[in-house]
């Protein structure tokens, strides 16, 4: 069981994992297309958020936010295969800050291509945040029970 628990955690971390090393290679001196393509929906949140929240966010470098995404998603993902819930921790971390940012579909209409196609990405990536969060929660579980099954007193023997 213990073999396909591996397998499981291994697949599924392969998403982070491929991505990481896809920006990884491609990141270069100005941080690559993920820098590139990151810059203007980032813009878009912090607007976003200024506008409804009336806090200015501080100037964030694209350069440094893809470095610490590929930090996240690689040192996550190696710690996530080999079953640390440290690992799920930084997962989770990377699709709370990456996910309402890069798929923004609360700026565009309903009636727009993009919109359905951002929303099913939003909904993706909400699913991943909740296996990880089952994850979490199952081995916290695990810990609890085996903290109880230490704690019971043993009958003594007259």
């Known amino acids: 069981m213990e073999l396909v628990s591996f397998l499981g955690r291994a697949l599924f971390v392969s998403v982070f994992l491929l ?22 929906k980032f813009n878009a949140f912090v607007s ?8 200015q966010l501080p100037p964030v470098d694209m350069k440094l936010l893809v470095a610490a995404a590929i930090a996240l998603k690689g040192i996550g993902g190696l710690l996530f295969v080999f079953g640390s819930s440290l690992g799920a921790y930084l997962l989770l971390l990377h699709q709370a800050v990456a996910t309402p940012i890069l798929y923004d579909f609360y700026n565009y209409d309903v009636e ?33 029970r ?11 023997a007259n």
């Not at 990884?24 to 100005?30: I, Y």
């Open 146 to 156: 085996r903290q109880l099954r230490k704690k019971t007193p043993k009958a003594k």
């Open 19 to 40: 991505s990481a090393w896809q920006e990884f290679n491609d990141f270069g001196n100005d941080g690559g297309r993920a820098a590139k393509s990151l810059r203007p």
């Open 48 to 55: 976003h958020v200024t506008t409804h929240t009336g806090q």
């Open 112 to 144: 727009r291509k993009e919109f359905s196609q951002l929303f099913s990405k939003f909904t993706q990536s909400l699913a991943l945040v909740g296996a990880l969060l089952f994850f979490i929660g199952m081995k916290n579980s695990r810990r609890h």
